[in-house]
């Protein structure tokens, strides 16, 4: 699986938009983009997840460059909620493929 | 629909002993997925089941061991517990491929603490 690599925390006012880095330089092409994240002594929690376009859900948006070779996670409206570490993951969608967390990057959304 | 669903949530045991961790995956999800969280490692994946077969394996000693039974529920056992075995203890499933790999639902979690 290919690696990332995401700072290590950021900030942010709550009510605006967070948007959390992330490269994947090695990323191949039939490997997805994933965000997951975690608050506190909870189970990862599933974001949203691309391929090569934009994805927008609910939750997030999800930009990706046309290289793949970096994604921006988007939280267009910050909540003291969304404090938490935010993990982007490369996989691929073959048998043996797995999820494999980094260190994450801490958002800390601030009153 | 229902969750994953761990149990139990906390467990304490002594050092030397054993332990077995229970995982229900999503109705319908054949992938179960076992995962430890320390402080110190971050989240590190220790195997996959997948049709009551191992199909992936992390890179844990043999004291770590797990299996699928045919509902799809898994089991993790830890035998000869270390004091270095305390962790959060986490099971993901997903659904079946070759339909595709679509990532993970974890549970919230079995809190191991060995003393």
């Known amino acids: 699986d290919a690696k990332t690599t995401q700072p290590p925390s950021m900030d942010c006012a709550e009510g605006r938009a967070a948007n959390l880095p992330c490269n994947h330089s090695?990323?191949?092409?039939?490997?997805?983009v994933y965000w997951y994240r975690q608050i506190h002594s909870q189970g990862p929690q599933y974001i949203i997840h691309g391929l090569k376009n934009n994805e927008t859900n609910e939750m997030a948006s999800l930009i990706i460059t046309e290289d793949r070779k970096s994604s921006t996670l988007i939280l267009p409206h910050a909540t003291l909620r969304d404090t938490a570490v935010y993990y982007c993951i490369v996989s691929g969608t073959g048998a043996n493929s797995k999820l494999t967390f980094g260190k994450g990057i801490t958002l800390s959304v601030r009153p | 629909k229902a969750g994953v669903t761990q149990t139990p949530r906390y467990l304490i045991k002594t050092r030397g002993q054993q332990v077995t961790l229970s995982c229900s995956p999503i109705s319908g999800h054949r992938s179960v997925s076992w995962y430890q969280q320390t402080p110190g490692q971050g989240l590190q994946f220790l195997f996959e089941?997948?049709?009551?077969?191992?199909?992936n394996k992390g890179n844990f000693p043999g004291r770590f061991s797990g299996r699928q039974f045919s509902n799809s529920r898994s089991e993790m056992n830890v035998s000869t517990l270390e004091l270095g075995d305390s962790a959060l203890y986490l099971c993901?499933?997903?659904?079946?491929?070759?339909?595709?790999?679509?990532?993970?639902?974890f549970g919230s979690g079995t809190r191991l603490t060995v003393v």
């Open positions: 993901a499933s997903s659904s079946a491929r070759p339909e595709g790999f679509y990532g993970y639902t």
């Open positions: 090695t990323i191949s092409g039939n490997e997805y």
């Open positions: 089941y997948f049709s009551e077969t191992q199909r």
